[in-house]
């Protein structure tokens, strides 16, 4: 199966699928087999990367800001928390900076505009996928902690393989969670979904 029609089949279960408690416990055969599914996982974060552009196009400040709710956020807060995921996920292969905090202050990095968010986004989605196409099978199996919660007041423990699921069912997650605000955004102000949505 391709990668686009992977991820457009998982569009549904995506969305609830970035905690922990959902990350299946995968056991592989070899090496080969372990490496070959990093390799997609970061196939489907690169794909990610490339559509959300082009669910953004045409996109306006107001609309940006604009929530389904009071208490829903908003699409540029969606943005800057991908960028703050983005950054925190090199952290935590190179085990320093974001990944070294146990209660974030914040979880969304913001700006004034939204090439200014792309360019810092670019930025760090670079970084991830050069530090991803060089991780040995030692370090992919390397014990490593997951984000703080409220809920059990602690940090999940896991391996850096499963932060890499998590990284990449998050990214797709929020993709649709975009789209989502951006067609109830249209339906409600009459603007044309099919300049950024054909569907």
């Known amino acids: ?18 905690s922990l408690a959902f ?15 990093v390799k ?36 540029r807060w969606i943005i800057g928390h991908l960028i703050w995921f983005e ?13 070294l905090i146990k209660n974030q202050p914040s979880t969304s990095f913001q700006a004034d505009t939204l090439e200014e968010m792309k360019t810092r986004f670019t930025k760090a989605h670079e970084k991830y996928n050069a530090l991803v196409q060089n991780l040995t099978v030692e370090q992919i199996n390397r014990p490593s902690q997951y984000l703080y919660n409220d809920y059990d007041k602690k940090r999940a423990e896991v391996d850096l393989k499963t932060i890499l699921v998590i990284h990449a069912t998050h990214f797709f997650g929020h ?18 979904k099919a300049k950024f949505d054909k569907w």
Request: hydrophobic residues 40%; contains cysteine; glycine residues 8%.
């Open 87 to 99: 950054e925190w996920a090199c952290d935590a292969i190179e085990e320093k900076g974001l990944y």
């Open 1 to 18: 199966m391709k990668r686009k029609e992977f991820l457009l089949g998982s569009i549904p279960a995506a969305a609830g699928f970035c």
């Open 40 to 75: 997609l996982l970061n196939g489907l974060d690169n794909d990610s990367f490339s559509w959300i552009w082009g669910i953004l196009k045409g996109v306006s400040d107001e609309e940006l800001d604009w929530k389904i709710n009071k208490e829903a956020n908003s699409i």
């Open 175 to 192: 993709l649709y969670q975009i789209r989502m605000i951006r067609g109830t955004y249209s339906r409600v102000n009459k603007t044309d």
């Open 23 to 37: 990350v299946p416990t995968t056991h592989y055969e070899n090496d080969a087999e372990l490496v070959a599914q």
